[in-house]
């Protein structure tokens, strides 16, 4: 039976904080509504305009047609392009559904509530039509649930009885409607999520643990997390029991005992899930989960998170102990990771309100979230932290990756956790310009500042009555002991910092008062977390870059090609990157203010080219449509020579190799194969030597591109010392070698050089389709690049 009685969700371990907001009891704090934050002029603002204005841009008919078309009803639009109609359709209609909540609480804007409510009558009409709880834009959604509900199941990491990943696409409708109804109120949200959970409880009655862990191998978001959810929002015990039945033990299990398993994994499949793990921790009460959260949480922020708060290589997470995959490659973190990222640590520090999670929250929000909008619209999906690179933005009509989704969230939420309270004290965590109105308090505060521009921050206070409670401020880590100060009308207090790095200052509170912080900020140089010769220099929580030039910015406004998203322009030579050479430990001692431009600095006495001597420092979050640096490579004057020779060598082998790529797929790899058009059958994925393969005992295949009818060559990656693998290559139904290997090639990965034969390029095909297929009793050997070649 549902009940939103108050006695069911406290048997929960939950406590209703207000008529759409819930929180777990288990939480020492809460976030205030977002409809109870304003911002104020600042590059934050500006962002959340710049965000509205994409989001109503969007036509909803498109959004909504994918799932007009599943439920058998007549769309009123085409589908949107780009992976809106080519497997994932209507993953953006969820993540819509969510931007719009948050925009709507956060601003207020009557056209974004018309258009929210226009997207749920739509959901809705959705769902009465598919008559079972239904709501979904999956193509072939109806086949395929029927397959799943009957124990048919073949999941890969990124297919599900060879759809791609339909679990996540409907998370993002179930997350909405969840955002919908606990961030506006709205009802109707909440009515159609409890018939979705509930079609979802039908669905997978008949199926065993083993066959939804099955299930859960295919990304699926976070779907523990909704269905915990959902338990919070009813009081109704079996959705938790979902939920648990929805975590994926595989992730799970290595975090309850505290080890860390993730080498090679693909990041963003992950970080939901251990969302899930926190959110059922808060409605169970199990600490162990939370544990395990946590664990995975320190784990990917000390070991794995650069300067700017990301994390990944081309989606996947690199070895903790080598970033040299990331120094290279043109797919560095993703934006998404870092939306993920920060809804776990607003879980943890709820629970926890240790400084330490939100000095990564401010650091992430600052540096990678603020970057990944363009000041004029459109979003980026992959930084590159590879010298001299660039990012690419989406275009609002024509891209649709999953990264349009989270930005699409991104910049309307900004108002979270800039402010948090237990049941009688406020606590102070961003100095954002923004306002704040405590309704049940009758408080409303003011914090104007130009933050990070200066070191100050004002607040002031108005109260219906004068009352005793404390004000917490977060000490943050960028700042040295003793050199915070803080006034309370003008008289200093004397700060004393409790053991989650915050002070507290407690009194009777009255309108007018007035509240001043000073936070000095100095510059430092961070290593990469390997401790690699390679540093980012940050000032205070904000991360600098060097615009180096404005050349070669390929695809830099995205279209709607599959591989649109990724920076696709030349690489630089990584050997001719500016290089920082000093026999001073402390590199950030060099750096020199830059006079009359404000938050500006210079590192000639450090730049070793006379060339580079000129580049000028600014926050990462102002450098757009230009390639920088972001972190940079140093060494001594005694080991210059050594290290301009190790480079050279290296950087010439891959960019002859880069010179005559013509495409490259890394096998095993989840994007990467998506974007090649992976089809397969009998074959699975792995890890060896920190490197991805794909194997199989039946066949797979990818699309690679010639669109320059250049192609000449295949070049394919195995280990040599594989025995007992034969099979065949196609290209286009070709056969053009069979491969018997018998290990003779010895303990080391071989890069095999096929030539085409005539009859392939003779039809001048721009679309080469590489089939690599088992000869019988046999299998395909481990298979680690994919490469073309002119």
């Keep these: 039976m549902i009940t939103n009685s108050f006695q069911k969700a406290l048997w929960f371990g939950l406590v209703f904080v207000s008529t759409v907001t819930v929180y777990g009891q288990s939480a020492q704090l809460q976030t205030f509504p977002l409809s109870s934050v304003r911002l104020l002029e600042s590059p934050f603002k500006a962002a959340q305009q710049t965000d509205l204005k994409y989001i109503l841009s969007l036509d909803a008919d498109r959004l909504l047609a994918p799932y007009f078309r599943e439920a058998g009803l007549e769309t009123k639009a085409i589908n949107y392009p780009n992976w809106e109609n080519t497997g994932l359709d209507g993953h953006i209609g969820g993540h819509y559904l969510s931007a719009l909540s948050e925009m709507y609480a956060a601003t207020g804007n009557q056209q974004i509530k018309e258009r929210l409510d226009y997207m749920l009558n739509g959901f809705e009409k959705c769902q009465q039509k598919n008559g079972n709880g239904y709501i979904g834009g999956v193509p072939g959604s109806k086949a395929l649930w029927e397959e799943v509900a009957q124990g048919k199941i073949e999941a890969g990491s ?36 409890i018939q979705f959970s509930d079609w979802c409880l039908t669905l997978t009655a008949k199926l065993s643990d083993d066959q939804i862990q099955l299930l859960l191998k295919s990304e699926h978001g976070g779907m523990n997390e909704v269905f915990a959810d959902v338990a919070a929002i009813t009081g109704d015990k079996k959705y938790l029991t979902l939920a648990q039945k929805f975590s994926h033990k595989v992730i799970l299990d290595p975090l309850l005992e505290n080890k860390d398993v993730l ?9 939901p899930k251990v969302i899930g793990f926190m959110r059922v921790a808060e409605v169970s009460g199990d600490k162990n989960w939370a544990n395990a959260a946590n664990f995975f949480w320190k784990t990917v922020v000390d070991n794995r998170t650069i300067s700017i708060g990301g994390n990944s290589v081309r989606e996947h997470f690199n070895p903790s102990t080598d970033f040299s995959s990331m120094l290279e490659s043109r797919e560095g973190p993703e934006t998404c990771n870092s939306y993920n990222m920060l809804k776990l640590s607003k879980h943890l520090f709820l629970a926890d309100p240790s400084s330490k999670y939100m000095d990564y929250y401010e650091r992430t929000t600052y540096n990678h979230i603020l970057s990944s909008q363009h000041p004029d619209g459109g979003f980026v999906y992959f930084t590159p932290i590879r010298p001299r690179h660039y990012r690419v933005y989406s275009e609002a009509q024509h891209s649709f990756w999953c990264c349009v989704g989270s930005g699409l969230e991104n910049h309307g939420k900004y108002g979270e956790l800039i402010y948090a309270h237990d049941k009688q004290n406020l606590y102070v965590n961003l100095f954002i310009p923004s306002t704040l109105n405590w309704k049940e308090k009758g408080i409303t505060l003011t914090q104007n500042t130009k933050f990070p521009f200066e070191e100050h921050s004002s607040i002031t206070l108005t109260l219906k009555t004068p009352q005793q409670f404390a004000i917490k401020f977060r000490y943050p880590s960028w700042v040295e002991d003793g050199k915070m100060k803080i006034t309370v009308n003008n008289v200093a207090i004397s700060l004393v910092k409790d053991q989650n790095s915050y002070v507290s200052i407690e009194r009777k509170w009255k309108t007018g008062d007035v509240i001043s912080i000073i936070l000095p900020m100095q510059n430092k140089a961070e290593q990469l977390p390997d401790k690699s010769d390679w540093v980012s220099f940050v000032h205070g929580p904000i991360v600098l870059a060097a615009i180096t030039d404005t050349t070669d910015l390929k695809g830099l406004i995205a279209d709607d090609s599959r591989m649109g998203h990724i920076a696709s322009g030349a690489i630089y030579p990584i050997e001719d990157a500016p290089l920082l050479v000093s026999n001073n430990a402390d590199l950030a001692a060099s750096l020199k203010s830059v006079e009359n431009k404000p938050f500006t600095f210079s590192a000639s006495d450090i730049v070793y080219q006379e060339k580079y001597k000129n580049l000028q420092l600014v926050p990462f979050f102002q450098i757009h449509d230009a390639r920088y640096m ?59 030597k920190e490197r991805h393969y794909r194997n199989g005992k039946g066949y797979f295949s990818y699309d690679l591109k010639n669109n320059n009818l250049e192609a000449r060559k295949l070049r394919i990656t195995y280990f040599g010392a594989d025995k007992n693998k034969n099979f065949d290559i196609y290209v286009n139904d070709v056969l ?40 019988p009793n046999s299998t395909i050997t481990g298979i680690y690049e994919v490469r073309l070649l002119r």
């Design 263 to 271: 080498n090679g994994m693909h990041a963003n499949t992950q970080i």
């Design 736 to 775: 053009v070698t069979t491969l018997n290997m018998d290990g003779s090639e010895g303990n080391q990965f071989i890069d095999k050089i096929i030539e085409f034969p005539a009859s392939i390029l003779d039809g001048k095909p721009k679309i080469l389709q590489v089939q690599f297929k088992a000869k």
């Design 630 to 688: 972001l972190y940079w490579p140093y060494t001594t004057k005694e080991k210059l020579p050594e290290i301009q020779k190790a480079m050279k060598e290296r950087e010439e082998a891959q960019m002859k190799l880069e010179a005559i790529t013509l495409d490259l797929v890394t096998a095993g790899e989840q994007q990467p194969e998506s974007d090649h058009n992976f089809k397969g059958e009998k074959t699975d994925t792995g890890m060896f």
């Design 158 to 193: 990124f297919s599900l009885n060879k759809k791609w990943v339909p679990w996540y696409n409907i998370h993002k409708v179930y997350s909405g409607l969840v955002d919908a109804y606990i961030l506006t109120g709205n009802e109707k949200a909440k009515k159609m999520l």
